[in-house]
């Protein structure tokens, strides 16, 4: 038996659903009440056991370019906003810190200018960057990332800006489960591989009532975006280093703009405009067609 998100436990027979899909309780099957037993019983310690070997298994398989992805991310989650802030590694110099600087002003303002409102749900949300401005829009706010890690830092910004968003683990590719007056995500595009873009652009329409908005912000390849210890994306894949020395291989696409405008035309939007900064970013809006 491998991993199950959605189990009835094998001892108690309690209905459980894993919070992440690494849990041990989804390997042993059994629910953190019967875990916690393990030491008084011996079947609670034989199934403990074989969700160790499980777990331990599953982490030594080679990982999906979307495992890849996940994991890099959560491991990044406490090091990620170096990045935006230009801190450690990811700081260029004082020359083009400033034009960075420079452009993400101009992202955030381009942000702050879309007729954005109602409803808000943000996919991939990660640590939460954008969520306030966006949070200051929406009527009411829905974050969704595949990872715990990064939207611990989404709360933590939104209670110090003193404002909400129902936060949730959620992968960005799953179903909509309602539809809303506003969609965005950031740096999450770059990581659509390309022979899923139409698909992803179909969901984010799927999303959105006749009329309703999508925006996004993403990189635009630039060789001081990214760390000092990162060598050139090549492919469509880059790899990344953590400041502990970790190595991740992750798909990030530098896309055109006038290729997202016309996939998103194809995905049944109306009105796609998609610009850029001077060097780092783009910027795209689309409306849903009726
Ligand atoms: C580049 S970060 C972007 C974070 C944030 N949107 C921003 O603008 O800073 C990408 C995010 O995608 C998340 N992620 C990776 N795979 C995902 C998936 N399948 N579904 C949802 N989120 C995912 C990662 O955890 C990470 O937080």
Redesign the pocket.
Known sequence: MSFQSDFNCLWCGRPYRTRTDSDLEGYALLCPDCVGRAGENEFLRFRLKEGLRLRGEAERAPRTP?KE??VY??AR?GE?DDW?LRKGRYSRGAIADTAWAADMDTATLWLDAQPLSGEIV?????????SPLLASKASTLWL????E??LEFARQRLVAHGLAAHIHV????AEPDRQVEGLF????L??VPRARLADFLALCRRWLKPGGRLAF?DSRRDRESSAIDHPPPENDLSVRKLDDGQTFTIVKVYWQPEELEAALLAAGFTSARVTTTPRFFLMGEAVAAA
């Not at 996919?123 to 960057?129: F, H, I, P, R, S």
């Not at 959620?170 to 590719?173: I, K, N, Q, V």
């Open positions: 979307d992805l996940q991310y959560a989650a990620y935006f943000e996919l991939a949300a990660g640590t939460g960057w954008w969704y990332d595949i990872n890690e990064p959620r992968d960005a590719w995500c950031g740096f999450w770059s990581h912000i």
